[in-house]
C-alpha cells in the first residue's frame, strides 16, 4: 500500500451511522475521515500489507494529496 499517498478513508459502517444527518442537506458536502496514508488505513484490517512509494513507482504522474476538506461534513455530524 502507498506509504505517501494521503486520502480520508471511511468505513462503509461510518457512513451509515451518519447517512440520515445528511439525507436533507443541500450543496457539496465532502464526506470522509480523518486524513490519512493509504498504508496506514490498510493497516488496519491486514497487518501483512507492505508499504510501496508511488512518487517512486509513478513518478509525477499521480498525486500524493488526495484529501478533502471535511470540515462541513464534520458540522454536520457535530464530531
Request: charged content about 25%; aromatic content about 12%; hydrophobic content about 40%.
Given at each position: 500500500a502507498f506509504k505517501d499517498v494521503v486520502m480520508?478513508?471511511?468505513?462503509?459502517?461510518?457512513?451509515?451511522?451518519?447517512?440520515?444527518k445528511l439525507i436533507n442537506k443541500k450543496g457539496i458536502i465532502?464526506?470522509?475521515g480523518p486524513k490519512q496514508t493509504v498504508y496506514n488505513f490498510a493497516k488496519k484490517t491486514n497487518s501483512k500489507v507492505k508499504q510501496v512509494s508511488a512518487k517512486k513507482i509513478l513518478?509525477?504522474?499521480?498525486?500524493l494529496n488526495q484529501s478533502m476538506n471535511i470540515s462541513k461534513y464534520l458540522k454536520?455530524?457535530?464530531?
Open positions: 480520508n478513508f471511511m468505513y462503509h459502517e461510518e457512513l451509515a451511522k451518519n447517512l440520515l465532502n464526506i470522509g513518478g509525477n504522474k499521480f498525486p454536520i455530524i457535530k464530531k
